[in-house]
């Protein structure tokens, strides 16, 4: 978590994560980050599941303006930009 002058920037990493396999939820209070992947594999003699699973939560100070917040995902990355409400 990086704190600027105007705005914070919140970076994840999630390894072996695709887009689709993050959900992601950003409140008033908090930012939520969820994240699980089942890779199976399967031969003649047995099969084998993997499960990753990922849970974060960030809880944000007041100030913030949740409206403009962006997020992006890029090759395992998670980016949030939550910029400061101005006074």
């Known amino acids: 978590i990086s704190h600027r002058d105007n ?3 919140v970076e994840i990493k999630l390894p072996g994560m695709e ?5 992601l ?12 992947k ?5 031969n003649p003699y047995y099969k084998k599941e993997e499960i990753n699973n ?3 939560k ?7 303006d949740i409206k403009k917040a962006k997020a992006y995902f890029s090759y395992g990355t998670l980016k949030i930009t939550i910029p400061k409400k101005k006074n």
Do not use: H, M
């Open 7 to 9: 705005k914070i920037e």
């Open 19 to 23: 887009k689709g396999d993050v959900k």
């Open 25 to 36: 939820n950003i409140s008033p209070r908090a930012i939520t980050v969820q994240a699980g």
């Open 38 to 42: 089942v890779k199976k594999t399967k």
């Open 54 to 56: 990922y849970f974060r």
């Open 58 to 64: 960030i809880v944000l100070s007041p100030g913030l």
